[in-house]
Every structure is written in C-alpha cells, then in structure tokens.
C-alpha cells in the first residue's frame, strides 16, 4: 500500500487549507483512513479519521468544528478540509491507512504516507 499526500503550505491563521491523500494497492478491504501530525519535539496525534463508507468519522477536540475530514473511494482519495486554522496548527500532517475501522492510535495504522508540511502563522 502507498500513500501520498498534498496540499500542505504556509498559511496564515485564520486561512484555510486542503490536504490530499492519494492510495494505491490496498489488497484488503474495508479499510479506514485517518490524518495525524507531529509538531517538533511533540509525540505524533491522531487529527482525524473516517472509515470505509463515511459514516462514521473522528475529530481530535482541537479540530472539532475548524477541520472535516473526507473520502472517495472511487478515486482512493481522503481529504482533509482545515478552515480557521491556528499557529497551533503547525506541524508535519500524515495519512493512514488500517484495516477495518477507524481509530486514533497511530500504532493501529498499517500503512503510512509521506508526511506533508502545514505551517500557520500569526
């Protein structure tokens, strides 16, 4: 399974951005896809996650109501919708990849993508 993520940049707080998550290879289904980043010096958390039909979607407290998390599995793509953002924002964003359903452990995740850069300024 490959994983390969866009769409970070520098913003400014109050912006927004869209991260983008391209998969490829997955031989096991349903599977779930989920976010994370990792400020420096931080451990890496879980941002949000969101399983294989969509129905059911998890938002860290510090996103809820800012970020939306999406997918298509038609073009085995996910998103990540970030409005309001805040300098508490910055960090290096990741996509996931698990069997089954979501989750907010990073160790749960198979499959890791490359990492993408969001930086927000004040």
């Known amino acids: 399974v490959q994983l390969q993520a866009s769409g970070g940049g520098l913003v400014q707080a109050g912006g927004s951005l869209r991260l983008s998550c391209a998969a490829s290879g997955h031989t096991f289904g349903p599977y779930a896809m989920a976010w994370f980043r990792q400020a420096p010096g931080k451990e890496r958390d879980s941002v949000a996650a969101?399983?294989?039909?969509?129905?059911?979607?998890y938002y860290a407290d510090s996103v809820k109501g800012r970020f939306t998390i999406s997918r298509d599995n038609n073009k085995n793509m996910v998103y990540l919708q970030m409005n309001s953002m805040k300098p508490e924002d910055t960090a290096v964003y990741y996509c996931a990849t698990k069997r089954g359903g979501p989750g907010t452990v990073p160790l749960a995740y198979d499959y890791w993508g490359q990492g993408t850069q969001v930086t927000v300024s004040s």
């Open positions: 969101v399983s294989w039909s969509g129905a059911s979607t």
